[in-house]
């Protein structure tokens, strides 16, 4: 199962992904997370994206491929993949697309959590109080939801037209969205 999780920043992907783990044992792919881990190895890589993490703009299509090609090889035989926070552009959907076909698969299902404006922001300022995640700071979100718009937006159309995009109500609780996701996997 290779499963693309979509949506906005805040919108829950990261939850529910832990939940997957937990119930289904998918190995949980977030860009994010590797970003967040390399900038606290303080490697070279980590060093060179913490201003534009910090910012809220997107890190470079070439990096995030890299990090996802290395994943997918430590990870080979997975019993299923949930692709967190990645794709963020059409040409890493694109690079993900030849990536899965190499190994002999394709992207099984895109869940879309669909999440207010005014839902995301109550939720992430939440996050920026309890966790002090740089980005989760006003306007580094502000920047989040403009990248979000122009450059993550347009692979709703993408993966529509590849048939797998499902939309679910991202508003309601955890649970209830769980159930959701859970219910869209079994139908695939
Ligand atoms: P996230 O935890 O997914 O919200 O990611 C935090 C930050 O890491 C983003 O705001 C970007 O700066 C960077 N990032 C994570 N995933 C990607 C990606 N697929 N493409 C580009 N930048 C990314």
Do not use: C, W
Request: charged fraction near 25%.
């Amino acid at each position: 199962m290779n499963l693309i999780l979509f949506g906005p920043p805040g919108a829950g992907k990261g939850t529910q992904a832990k939940r997957l783990m937990e119930e289904r044992g998918y190995v949980q792919l977030s860009t994010g997370d590797m970003l967040r881990a390399a900038r606290a190895s303080g490697s070279p890589l980590g060093q060179r994206v913490a201003a534009i993490m910090d910012a809220g703009s997107l890190v470079s299509d070439a990096i995030v491929i890299e990090l996802i090609e290395d994943a997918l090889d430590r990870h080979a035989g997975a019993p299923g993949f949930i692709f967190d926070g990645f794709p963020r552009t059409v040409a890493q959907a694109e690079a993900l697309d030849a990536l899965l076909a190499r190994r002999g698969g394709g992207i099984d299902l895109v869940l879309r959590l669909e999440v207010d404006e005014a839902a995301l922001l109550a939720r992430v300022t939440k996050r920026f109080e309890e966790q002090g995640r740089a980005d989760d700071n006003p306007d580094s979100f502000k920047v989040r939801l403009k990248a979000y718009a122009d450059q993550t937006a347009p692979l709703i159309p993408y993966y529509h037209a590849q048939g797998n995009l499902v939309a679910l109500d991202g508003m309601a609780s955890m649970d209830v969205v769980g159930a959701a996701v859970a219910a869209a996997l079994d139908a695939v």
